[in-house]
């Protein structure tokens, strides 16, 4: 498997404007997390699907920020219009829901976003 | 109080010693804890878990959980240059969510 992947994998753009991040998680994989790291916040879990349904986008910055799952296969993570302190590496990981305590999380490569 | 604390570091340790990783949590409910590994431009790598008191030995890492005092550790003997990374530690929630720690960046230096 490929596992997750995630485009673009670079990204600048200015300030005011859209950006649309993506990623298709592990083939069989029913739950999508989108996560934003910085220095100053560390790694900090936005929004996750399960069975391509958002539970808990409690994470969320604002509502410049939206993410959507149209289907098993396929995510995105919108930020309209961005600002400079939206610049971050933004990781989706997807993780399957057997019936355990927890299953890990496989994390994609990340994008690094960069608001100038 | 941050629900999941770490020392940032850096830790400096010599090759061939031993390591150790610590985490406090402020949630006394927490059942599961992770630890994560994160080379520098990488994205974090699962390498260890640990749900009841004591420890739980995985090769060269040992977990450490104690309930009682919050706190899990992370040991890491006959540590390694290419162990140096930035070690995660995660603290299990409902529905496969995870709380990260800061992370603390550990440099073994040869």
């Known amino acids: 498997d490929a596992g997750v992947i995630q485009s673009p994998r670079h990204e600048v753009t200015e300030m005011g404007q859209e950006v649309t991040l993506r990623c298709k998680p592990i083939?069989?994989?029913?739950?999508l997390f989108w996560y934003r790291q910085t220095m100053m916040r560390g790694l900090e879990l936005l929004i996750y699907?399960?069975?391509?349904?958002?539970?808990?986008d409690s994470g969320m910055p604002e509502d410049r920020f939206s993410a959507k799952m149209p289907n098993a296969s396929f995510s995105t993570l919108k930020i309209q219009p961005s600002e400079p302190r939206d610049s971050a590496v933004y990781f989706c990981?997807?993780?399957?829901?057997?019936?355990?305590?927890?299953?890990?999380?496989?994390f994609g490569p990340g994008t690094r976003l960069t608001v100038l | 109080q941050k629900e999941v604390e770490q020392n940032s570091g850096p830790l400096s340790v010599p090759e061939g010693a031993i390591a150790s990783l610590n985490c406090t949590y402020s949630?006394?409910?927490?059942?599961?804890f992770f630890w994560y590994r994160q080379y520098s431009g990488k994205s974090p790598e699962l390498i260890m878990s640990?749900?009841?008191?004591g420890d739980k030995e995985d090769g060269r890492f040992t977990a450490q959980l104690n309930k009682a005092s919050q706190y899990v550790s992370l040991l890491i003997r006959d540590s390694q240059p290419s162990d140096s990374a930035t070690y995660l530690c995660?603290?299990?929630?409902?529905?496969?969510?995870?709380?990260f720690g800061g992370g603390t960046r550990l440099m073994v230096k040869p």
């Open positions: 949630d006394r409910g927490s059942q599961s």
């Open positions: 083939s069989g994989h029913d739950y």
């Open positions: 990981a997807s993780s399957l829901s057997l019936l355990a305590d927890y299953n890990e999380q496989f």
């Open positions: 995660a603290r299990h929630n409902a529905g496969n969510m995870l709380t």
């Open positions: 640990i749900y009841s008191n």
């Open positions: 699907f399960n069975n391509n349904v958002p539970i808990d």
